[in-house]
């Protein structure tokens, strides 16, 4: 059976473990279904292939900004690369939607549908 792809990003600590609970789900029910994106420990250990650390996205206070942006550039670009690469079927973007614009532009563009997911509260 031949894999289906799904992109997944997630940019704070609730939605790794949020991600992590919805590709654990979704492997359970698509046995065929492949995920990578951007997450943190909770999502690998899910079984979700993480592109991307978080981690490379936490920034606080305009100094870690700055110095941070030429990361997070490659880190966005990264995620785009592995998205043209796999030609998922849907890009789930959980939590932080700010931080997303950029991602629903860029995969409007390479004719990706995209979801925007958020959670209520902290699933911890």
Sequence with gaps: ?????????AGERSGDVYGARLATALKHRLPEIEIFGCGGDAMR?????????ASRFAMV????????????????HAL???ADRHR??????????????????????????????GTAQSPD
């Design 45 to 53: 250990q899910a079984g979700v292939e993480t592109t991307v650390d």
């Design 88 to 117: 998922p079927e849907l890009a789930i973007l959980i939590d932080a939607p700010r931080n997303h614009r950029g991602l629903l532009c860029q995969s409007a563009n390479l004719g990706l549908e995209a979801l925007e997911a």
């Design 61 to 76: 206070g305009i100094t870690e900004v700055i110095s941070g942006l030429p990361q997070a550039y490659h880190a966005f």
């Design 80 to 82: 785009l690369d592995e």
């Design 1 to 9: 059976m031949p894999k289906t792809w799904l992109m997944m990003v």
